[in-house]
C-alpha cells in the first residue's frame, strides 16, 4: 500500500512539472515532454543542414485533428493521374499539388506525369528506374548510369540497387562533373542514363548541364536519358533568376526529384518528381485490378498527408512568398561569405548556391551549431558547412561569426 502511495505521488509530480513545461500541453509522460521541449529550443540553432525551419505549417494540425482526420486511415497508393479505386486518398489535392509544380520546372500541363513522392531519394530512385527502363523499352540495349564522384550517395546506392553499369565520373576542386572526364569514360554503344547533380551534398556544386550535354551531343546515335538530382536547390531556384537552370524545356532532361522537407518546409520527409508522359508510357506495365489498374510507381502506399500538406504550404506561402525566401536566402549566403571573408576565415561557396564551406571551427561550435563536417586536402582538410536556409537570418549569422572571431 505504501509503495503505491509513493509511486502515485511521483506520477503526480512528474506529470506537473511536464506541465509547467509545456505550457499545460502534458502528454501525461515527462519524458516525451521533455524530449520537446528540447527540439524545440534548438530547431533555430540547426545550420549544418538544409531543412527550412521556418515553415508555413501552423494550423495544419489544427485543422486535421478539429475535422476528424486524426481517426481517419488514407492511403494515397496508386496513380494520382488514374484514380478509381476505393481507396480513401487525397488524390484530388495530389493532382492539384502536381499541377502547380509541375510548369516550375518546365513541364507543359498535358504532357507530364508525376507524384508527391517520400522524399527526393524516392524521386531519384523513380528517375534512375524510369530511366533505366525507358531506354531498355525503346533500345532493346541495357544502359549505363553517369553520375559524378560529389553527387548525392543516393545515386550510387540506387545504382547498385538496381543492378546498374555504373561510371562514377570525377568532379573537379568545387565538386563540379568534369566535361572532358565525362568524354573519356563515355560508352557510346549503349544508351546512357546520366544524373546531373544540382546540389552536391557538401560543397552545393552544380553540374554544367549545357557543357555535359554538349559532350553527349558528340554522339547522336547515343540514345541519352537524364535524371536530375536536385533535392534541395530544385527548392529554391525555380523562384529565382536562375530558374533556367532547372526548366525541362530549356536543358531537354527527362525527369527531375527535389525534396519537400528541405526548401518547401513539409515537417516531414517528402518529395516531388515529375517525368513526361512519354516516359511513363515506355514502362513495364502491372495491371493490379483491385488498385486502380495502373501500378508503375515502386512502392504501393504512399502518404495521404503529403500532398494536403504541399497544398496547405501552396495557399500559406506559394509563388510570392517562395520567391521572397529563395531571394533572401541567396542575400544572406552573400552576407555569410562577407563576413567570413572580413575576418579572414577561409571560406568558399559555388555559383547559384546557398551552401558554404569553410575551415572547420571548435567542437564545440560544430556541436551547438549542428554543422555538418567533412574532409578534402585541397581546402586544407578538415571543413564544415553551413546550408542557408529560411531561417538562418542576419542576426543568426551575425553570432556565428562573433564566436568564429574569438577562435582566431
Ligand atoms: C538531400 C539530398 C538528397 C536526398 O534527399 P532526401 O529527401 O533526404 O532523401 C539527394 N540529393 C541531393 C542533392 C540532396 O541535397
Known sequence: MKYRIIAATAIIAGTLAACTVNNGKSSGYEELDRWAEEMVQKHLNQLGYPVNQNSHLEGFYEWYIANGL?????????????????????????????????????????????????????????????????????????????????????????????????????????????????????????????????????????????????????????????????????????????????DHNELNFQSI??????????????????????????????DIPYLNRDMKMISCSRSAITPLKFWWLIQKAGYETWKQEAGQMLENTAYLKAEMDRIG?????????????????????????????????RFGGELAHIVVMQHVTKECIDELIAVLEKEL
Open 70 to 246: 486524426d481517426r481517419t486511415v488514407m492511403n494515397n497508393a496508386g496513380n494520382p493521374f488514374d484514380s478509381t479505386s476505393s481507396l480513401l486518398s487525397s488524390h484530388k489535392f495530389e493532382r492539384e499539388v502536381l499541377k502547380f509544380f509541375a510548369p516550375l520546372y518546365g513541364f507543359e500541363k498535358d504532357k507530364f506525369w508525376g507524384m508527391v513522392s517520400s522524399s527526393g531519394t524516392d524521386g531519384n530512385n523513380h528517375g534512375i528506374y524510369f530511366g533505366a527502363n525507358y531506354l531498355y523499352n525503346t533500345t532493346g540495349k541495357k544502359p549505363v548510369m553517369y553520375v559524378s564522384d560529389e553527387a548525392h550517395y543516393s545515386n550510387m546506392r540506387l545504382a547498385d540497387l538496381q543492378n546498374l553499369d555504373l561510371k562514377l565520373i570525377k568532379s573537379d576542386d568545387m565538386g563540379r562533373m568534369i566535361p572532358e572526364e565525362l568524354e573519356k569514360d563515355l560508352d557510346p554503344s549503349r544508351p546512357c542514363l546520366i544524373v546531373y547533380a544540382m546540389g552536391s551534398t557538401f560543397k552545393g556544386a552544380i553540374d554544367d548541364q549545357k557543357a555535359l550535354n554538349a559532350v553527349l551531343a558528340k554522339h547522336p546515335e547515343m540514345p541519352v536519358y537524364r535524371h536530375v538530382d536536385a533535392a534541395l536547390f530544385g527548392g529554391y531556384l525555380p523562384f529565382t533568376e536562375y530558374a533556367g537552370m532547372v
Open 345 to 377: 576565415w577561409p571560406c568558399w561557396v559555388n555559383e547559384y548556391s546557398n551552401t558554404i564551406f569553410f575551415r572547420r571551427p571548435s567542437k564545440d561550435t560544430v556541436k551547438k551549431y549542428y554543422l555538418a563536417c567533412n574532409n578534402d586536402d
Open 257 to 286: 526529384a527535389i525534396s519537400g522537407h528541405k526548401f518547401f518546409g513539409v515537417d516531414d520527409p517528402a518529395g516531388l518528381f515529375f517525368t513526361t508522359k512519354e516516359v511513363f508510357d515506355n514502362q513495364s506495365k502491372y
